[in-house]
C-alpha cells in the first residue's frame, strides 16, 4: 500500500539554528500535511499543501508531487519548537485517506 | 472557532471487555476519522467516515468497529480489549482536506 517514509527519526538543533525534515512517499500523493505534535500530545496542523511551497513565521514547507516528496524547514529554532513532527499525505486513489509518516522528534537545546 | 471533544480522556478496560470511544465535532465537517497512536510511534488509520453513516476501513480496522449515525459525532468501540495494551486514540475531522485532531482518549488494559 501506500507508504510515508519520513527521515530523521530524530533530530536535536541549538536554538537559533535551523534544519530540514523530508518526507519520501512511494507513490504519487495528490496533497501533503504536516503537523506538530507537543508534550501534552495534541496535534496542530501546521500546512496543507497541493503543491509548491507554503511559508509561515520561521516554518517553511515544500511539496513537490512530481518527485514524491516533502521537506519542512525550520529556522531559527525555539524552544518551543520542540516536540514531534508529522507529515500526512493523501494519495489519489483513496479521498480522505491520510497516511502519516513515522515521525521526527525534534529537540531545541539552550 | 470550533472544538473536537473526545470522551473520555482516560479508559481502563479489562481484558476481552467491549469499549466505546466517542468523539463530536462543532466545525460542521463532512469527514471524520479515528487514528491509534502507540507511544513512540506514528499514527494509523483505523475508520474514517466521509460523510453521516458513511464508514470507511482504514489499515488497522481488525477489532475495532465505528459508527456514524450524526455528521457530528464519530464513536469507535473496542470489540475485545487485548490485555496490557496502550494507545491513544485520536479523533479527527476535516474540510478541505485540513485536518483537526481532539485531545486524544488514553487507553490501558488491565
Known amino acids: 500500500g501506500d507508504q510515508v517514509e519520513q527521515s530523521p527519526s530524530a533530530l536535536s538543533l541549538h536554538e537559533g539554528t535551523g534544519s530540514a525534515l523530508r518526507c519520501n512517499f512511494t507513490t504519487t500523493m495528490r496533497a501533503v500535511q504536516w503537523f506538530q505534535q507537543n508534550s501534552r500530545g495534541s496535534l496542530i496542523n501546521l500546512f496543507y499543501l497541493a503543491s509548491g511551497t507554503k511559508e509561515n513565521g520561521r516554518l517553511k514547507s515544500t511539496f513537490n508531487s512530481k518527485e514524491s516528496y516533502s521537506t519542512l524547514h525550520i529556522r531559527d529554532a525555539q524552544l518551543e519548537d520542540s516536540g514531534t513532527y508529522f507529515c500526512a499525505a493523501e494519495g489519489f486513489y483513496n479521498q480522505g485517506k491520510l497516511i502519516f509518516g513515522q515521525g521526527t522528534k525534534l529537540s531545541i537545546k539552550p | 472557532g470550533g472544538i473536537i471533544t473526545q470522551t473520555p480522556k482516560f479508559l481502563i478496560g479489562q481484558e476481552g471487555q467491549k469499549l466505546t470511544l466517542k468523539c463530536q465535532q462543532n466545525?460542521?465537517?463532512?469527514?471524520m476519522y479515528w487514528y491509534r497512536q502507540d507511544s513512540g510511534k506514528g499514527l494509523r488509520l483505523i475508520y474514517y467516515?466521509?460523510?453521516?453513516?458513511?464508514?470507511q476501513k482504514g489499515d488497522l480496522s481488525e477489532g475495532y468497529d465505528a459508527s456514524r449515525e450524526k455528521k457530528s459525532s464519530f464513536s469507535l468501540t473496542v470489540t475485545s480489549a487485548q490485555k496490557n495494551e496502550m494507545a491513544v486514540f485520536l479523533c479527527a475531522s476535516s474540510i478541505r482536506d485540513t485536518l483537526y485532531f481532539g485531545a486524544g482518549t488514553r487507553l490501558s488494559v488491565l
Open positions: 466545525f460542521n465537517h463532512d469527514t
Open positions: 467516515s466521509i460523510t453521516e453513516n458513511d464508514l
